[in-house]
């Protein structure tokens, strides 16, 4: 006689468990713990077979019949309906294995573990977290089309994000490109949008002018809404020119004043690739002021609240704002970029200062000192022009043509 929910809610644990027999093969077990277990008994190929049809009540009796109907009908086709989910189950954890977000999180691991700065790879991650994996990650990457991906990407650009979506772009193409080496899919869809998207607009970075440098210079000197610290870093950023994160999480044990030089370790530059900064004796100056305020720590800015830690990265923009100068931290790489070409130095010496240029990570480090006794000149020449504004001298820049040649 076929089960009822009547009969199956009235079914009680008993010493050993027990069958609630249905009908084509199918009944309910009933365990000594309570657990009750939809299965179904068939034969294949001659030989007596068990088929797990789930557990009451999460799967309904109307529902465990529909699952024993299913596995008829593949026997009725002459399959094993235990070894079809089998397949169907290696077939899933293949393609879970093989899904866009899986393939990208292990090419992410890959890069941030030995290229990428700290800051990139979250930010990177966050993007496809973000706007890429609640759509495509699931997918398998080898089924992902452009038209899919260039959907995803166009919403993110109606939403404002112009160059989030072109970015992002970018890094799916990564992705598939990491696919296609590793052998889980062959193309990459992401390299067929290249024009189809809405172009990034021009960035620059805000920064002060050749007119604002000298009162900027001067001013910074009697600044007193900003800590001594923080204007000292604000001097050293125009001296030096880098990055601010590269100055930013500086530590002292970087420095050699006696050789005047500084190296900037590879796990804070773009390309993970040491960088050299020879030091002016302005810098070096500035260097020792700051080392009576912050020498007894290991980072040159620490945390108000955490020495262990770097200052905030608004700290210096919030600074440079309040002083009335509406420009970033990094904008004085481009204000001595300026300058330094005007004054007649060579643009690969200048671009070599500024660590631009080289993507092959083996060139790169092997050409990190290039330049670098010209580099030195210039860096020396460069201190004694900031000081000169400083203390409020009239200086007229060297031009190419007259500058000798090193």
């Known amino acids: 006689m076929p089960l009822t929910d009547?009969?199956?809610?009235?079914?009680?644990?008993?010493?050993?468990?027990?069958?609630?027999?249905?009908?084509?093969?199918?009944?309910?077990?009933?365990?000594?713990?309570?657990?009750?277990?939809?299965?179904?008994?068939?034969?294949?190929?001659?030989?007596e077979k068990l088929l797990a049809l789930g557990v009451y009540p999460d799967v309904s009796l109307a529902q465990a019949r529909a699952k024993r109907d299913e596995a008829r009908a593949l026997l009725a086709d002459g399959t094993d309906p235990g070894q079809a989910r089998k397949a169907a189950k290696h077939e899933k954890a293949k393609t879970a294995a093989n899904s866009f977000e899986v393939i990208a999180r292990e090419w992410h691991?890959?890069?941030?573990?030995?290229?990428?700065?700290?800051?990139?790879?979250?930010?990177?991650?966050?993007?496809?977290?973000?706007h890429i994996f609640?759509?495509?990650?699931?997918?398998?990457?080898s089924e992902i089309t452009a038209g899919e991906l260039l959907a995803v990407l166009k919403a993110m650009q109606a939403g404002g994000t112009i160059d989030r979506a072109n970015r992002l772009r970018q890094t799916c193409g990564e992705v598939f490109r990491y696919g296609i080496a590793t052998g889980t899919n062959e193309g990459n869809?992401?390299?067929?949008?290249?024009?189809?998207?809405?172009a990034s607009p021009q960035r620059h970075f805000a920064a002060l002018t050749k007119d604002q440098l000298p009162d900027f210079l001067q001013a910074l000197k009697k600044e007193h809404r900003a800590s001594p610290v923080t204007c000292l870093g604000l001097k050293l950023l125009a001296l030096t020119f880098v990055r601010p994160g590269e100055l930013r999480q500086a530590k002292w044990e970087e420095f050699d004043l006696e050789a005047g030089m500084w190296e900037v370790p590879a796990d804070r530059m773009k390309m993970r690739?040491?960088?050299?900064?020879?030091?002016?004796?302005?810098?070096?100056?500035?260097?020792?002021?700051?080392?009576?305020?912050?020498?007894?720590?290991?980072?040159?800015?620490p945390g108000r609240s955490n020495i262990r830690k770097p200052i905030s990265d608004n700290t210096w923009r919030q600074a440079l704002h309040a002083m009335g100068y509406k420009v970033t931290a990094h904008g004085f790489r481009a204000t001595a970029s300026t300058l330094l070409n005007e004054m007649g130095y060579r643009a690969d010496a200048?671009?070599?200062?500024?660590s631009h240029g080289e993507r092959n990570k083996v060139r790169a480090a092997y050409n990190r000192a290039e330049y670098l006794e010209e580099r030195r000149e210039m860096?020396?020449?460069?201190?004694?022009?900031?000081?000169?504004?400083?203390?409020g001298q009239k200086v007229v820049p060297i031009h190419r043509n007259k500058r000798k040649a090193i």
């Open 6 to 47: 009547t009969k199956i809610r009235a079914a009680k644990p008993a010493d050993k468990k027990y069958r609630l027999s249905d009908e084509k093969g199918m009944y309910l077990e009933v365990t000594k713990a309570g657990g009750r277990y939809w299965r179904m008994k068939y034969r294949y190929q001659g030989r």
């Open 109 to 130: 691991g890959i890069q941030a573990a030995g290229r990428w700065t700290e800051g990139h790879a979250t930010k990177t991650l966050q993007g496809l977290e973000k």
């Open 134 to 141: 609640p759509e495509l990650g699931h997918r398998p990457i």
């Open 189 to 198: 869809p992401a390299a067929d949008l290249v024009r189809t998207l809405q």
């Open 273 to 301: 690739v040491s960088h050299l900064v020879p030091l002016s004796a302005q810098t070096i100056a500035t260097l020792e002021q700051l080392r009576e305020l912050t020498g007894n720590t290991e980072l040159l800015f």
């Open 350 to 354: 200048i671009e070599r200062q500024l």
């Open 379 to 391: 860096m020396n020449h460069w201190g004694g022009y900031l000081a000169a504004l400083e203390n």
